[in-house]
């Protein structure tokens, strides 16, 4: 299993980023995909999933801001962030978690928001 997470960066507070997460190694469009993210110091959390037919679950401190997606062609899945806020800041990891609970993690993607 590979996953190749990207797209991360400095923005401002208010601004947006799109993250993307390339995935190989697995039958991937009957995959649960995910996003987690973390703060220095703090433990890692989820940010988003998305289920084999594209049922979501966010964390509470990014509902109605952030959006995942996914391509099954593509072997794709995005993180779309709107107003993003400081306490955004973290390194975003792309996950897979398979059905006996083994979770794979690509390399994270650093996103830096200003105030």
């Known amino acids: 299993v590979q996953l190749q997470a990207s797209g991360g960066g400095l923005v401002q507070a208010g601004g947006s980023l799109r993250l993307s997460c390339a995935a190989s190694?697995?039958?991937?469009?009957?995959?649960?995909m995910g996003w987690y993210r973390q703060a220095p110091g703090k433990q890692r959390e989820l940010v988003a999933t998305i289920s084999s037919d594209s049922g979501t679950v966010y964390g509470g401190s990014v509902k109605g801001r952030f959006t995942i997606s996914r391509d099954n062609g593509r072997r794709m899945v995005y993180l779309q962030m709107n107003s993003l806020k400081p306490d955004d800041t973290a390194v975003y990891y792309c996950n897979y978690r398979t059905g006996s609970d083994l979770n794979y993690w690509g390399q994270g993607t650093l996103v830096t928001v200003s105030s």
């Open positions: 190694g697995m039958i991937f469009n009957r995959v649960t």
